[in-house]
């Protein structure tokens, strides 16, 4: 009963430096999200992507990029980390029937901290 | 676009008391979907009550109750009876039942239950 998985848990880059963040669920949800957060803005979304080889951007995607490959695993990748991209992130999915209004089912969020 | 506002930063309340958080949208769709997600120091988002925009009645669950006003564009969070382990943070999200289906957050209202 995983649900939606996120790796890693906490991580420290230096200025420059990149990394992958994975999400992955097993719960067959055709969409999935990435959001941050950040101290009094609430949880912003950075991109989502509504099926299997596709993405798009959402609210602040700067600095980011993202690939959904496969169905269950939505990627987060910073290629050249800043501070300003210290934040908590965390990978949502959500099922694609658009009229049951179904919420979004979250991982436990991945700590970044950016020197 | 649209857009989602909490005015409570920081609220607290004696336990076994009830309290409400207040929540305010932005939007010109007639159709669709409001909630309300807590997460407490665990960092876990947790789905508290949802809201369907076309149903005049208010949602409850258990303790959690809603006032929605749809006119108003208002969707507040009653807790009652409160108890030690409602201390988190509480968010309000909107969610159109048209395209991507993406959540929009709240900045997110801090809930502290005191003994």
């Known amino acids: 009963n995983a649900g939606v998985t996120q790796t890693p848990k906490f991580r420290v880059l230096k200025t420059g430096q990149s990394m992958t963040l994975l999400c992955a669920q097993d719960m067959n949800h055709e969409y999935m999200y990435w959001y941050r957060q950040d101290p009094g803005m609430g949880l912003r979304l950075i991109h989502y992507?509504?099926?299997?080889?596709?993405?798009a951007k959402g609210e602040v995607p700067d600095g980011y990029n993202v690939s959904r490959l496969k169905k269950q695993n939505f990627l987060l990748g910073l290629e050249s980390a800043a501070p300003s991209q210290t934040s908590v992130y965390f990978c949502a999915s959500a099922t694609g029937d658009v009229g049951l209004g179904s919420p979004l089912h979250f991982g436990n969020g991945t700590r970044l901290t950016v020197t | 676009a649209q857009t989602v506002t909490q005015s409570q930063p920081e609220m607290s309340v004696q336990e076994a008391e009830t309290v409400t958080l207040s929540c305010t949208y932005d939007t010109s769709e007639n159709n669709y979907y409001l909630f309300w997600y807590k997460q407490p120091p665990s960092r876990q988002m947790i789905l508290v009550i949802r809201q369907e925009a076309y149903k005049q009645q208010n949602a409850t669950e258990n303790r959690f109750s809603v006032n929605f006003q749809k006119a108003a564009k208002s969707f507040s969070l009653k807790i009652s009876d409160s108890q030690l382990g409602d201390t988190a943070m509480y968010f309000c999200a909107y969610r159109s039942v048209f395209g991507n289906e993406k959540l929009t957050f709240g900045t997110g209202t801090r809930l502290t239950i005191i003994p």
């Open positions: 992507s509504v099926g299997e080889g596709t993405t």
